[in-house]
């Protein structure tokens, strides 16, 4: 009997577990990426201005990833990945003092009875009130939720940013609570921050490729789809590459694993069009260290600082497009934040990058277009289309194994 096959469409991270599932379920598999590399905004490349390899865009991974973790361990990847403490440092710009987050062992939040651990903005009450954002009505945004706060812009309002891309008065509350329900609601085990001290290539990428191409899969590069025709149910009959067309046989499918644009350019007229949201990076060459790998900025431009080795990657979400000007302001506030004095106030080797389109606008109604897709044959695979988390590494893992599950056995 011959093997099930399937064609995937977009070498992100979505796209690569769509495939490596796929192969662990037994089907032959054929990739076709668009751009040169595999990984989209998860690949790591080097930066001729700062002689460093960085990533083409910060991503805050927890142990609470349990499929991005099982993914990580698959490819062999894990190897590539360090578990930090629970423990998540902010500075306030504003009150020049460092403050952390530090949930406690079990599911029981002890660490919000010690003004140690917790937001200095507001006291017990005031965390305890926050319980009831993990279960928000389904059309409420953060700020309708949770304005009256103390803890709302120190705390809430960088949450809300980081998780969603999404300024607190747009962004989905459900969204956020689905978040929290996994990571701090479940105590310090699902709270520990991963990082990839050689880059996210090193640990999701390379070796999902090694080991896609080890199983005997077909992995095409700069193949960008141009046009794809239809069968009369709505399946994928043919698709249109610069290396010819191909038609799918029978016992064939296509899964489409590309951003929110390229679904709505190659799909109907009908399909859903939502709003996307920029993120913003710099990045800075640093003195010698050691620097705490993740810090948490409030009263600022810059919201978190990533710390590799001697480079110091600041990302600003939900952002308007800078340029360069913004540099010596981003980094006089790393400076403050990581300690640095007078001697490094000249800026280093410093670059901006802005991704546009880099996430959907994670508001209430992105949960129900979400809802919509479901009416559609096409089988979608990325973090935009995750019905219940929002756009993460962990959603692009999962939709990727949804989807693979789907093409081979929902007929």
Not at 40 to 54: E, K, N, T
Not at 184 to 195: D, T
Not at 380 to 399: F, I, K, Q, R, Y
Request: charged fraction near 15%; proline fraction near 8%; aromatic fraction near 6%.
């Amino acid at each position: 009997m011959s093997r099930p096959r399937l064609h995937i469409i977009g070498g992100g991270i979505a796209g690569l577990a769509c495939a490596v599932a796929a192969r662990q379920l037994g089907a032959e598999v054929t990739l076709y990426e668009a751009s040169p590399q595999f990984g989209g905004r998860c690949r790591s490349f080097h930066d001729p201005l700062l002689d460093r390899v960085i990533d083409g865009g910060s991503h805050l991974m927890l142990t609470a990833n349990h499929a991005l973790l099982s993914y990580a361990r698959t490819i062999g990847g894990a190897a590539a990945l360090q578990i930090g403490e629970a423990r998540f440092p902010f500075y306030d710009l504003d009150r020049q003092r460092h403050w952390a987050l530090h949930p406690n062992r079990g599911i029981i939040p002890w660490w919000l009875f010690s003004a140690a651990r917790r937001c200095p903005d507001g006291g017990l009450r005031d965390h305890l009130a926050l319980l009831r954002a993990c279960w928000p009505g389904q059309t409420q945004t953060v700020a309708q939720q949770t304005a009256g706060s103390p803890l709302y812009q120190r705390l809430l309002v960088p949450l809300t940013e980081a998780i969603l891309n999404t300024k607190a008065e747009q962004a989905s509350a459900a969204l956020l609570a689905s978040v929290l329900r996994q990571t701090l609601l479940r105590g310090s085990a699902a709270c520990r921050p991963i990082f990839a001290p050689r880059g996210l290539s090193a640990a999701l990428i390379d070796p999902a490729v090694a080991w896609l191409r080890q199983q005997g899969c077909r992995l095409h590069t700069s193949q960008p789809i141009r046009r794809i025709e239809w069968t009369a149910d709505g399946d994928v009959a043919t698709f249109d590459c610069p290396a010819g067309p191909v038609a799918l046989g029978a016992g064939e499918r296509c899964v489409l694993a590309v951003p929110p644009a390229a679904v709505t350019r190659l799909l109907r007229a009908d399909m859903p069009v939502r709003p996307t949201q920029r993120i913003v990076s710099a990045h800075f060459r640093l003195p010698p260290g050691p620097y705490p790998p993740l810090l948490g900025l409030t009263g600022g431009l810059g919201q978190w600082i990533f710390c590799r080795q001697d480079v110091a990657s600041v990302t600003i979400s939900a952002a308007e497009r800078l340029d360069e000007t913004a540099l010596p302001i981003l980094w006089a506030e790393v400076r403050a934040a990581l300690g640095l004095g007078g001697p490094y106030e000249r800026l280093p080797a410093a670059r901006l990058f802005n991704h546009h389109q880099a996430t959907l606008l994670q508001d209430p109604a992105c949960a129900q277009m979400k809802k919509a897709l479901a009416q559609y044959p096409i089988i979608l695979a990325g973090d935009s289309w995750h019905p219940t988390l929002p756009c993460t590494l962990e959603a692009a893992v999962l939709s990727g194994q949804d989807a693979a599950r789907r093409a081979l056995f929902d007929r």
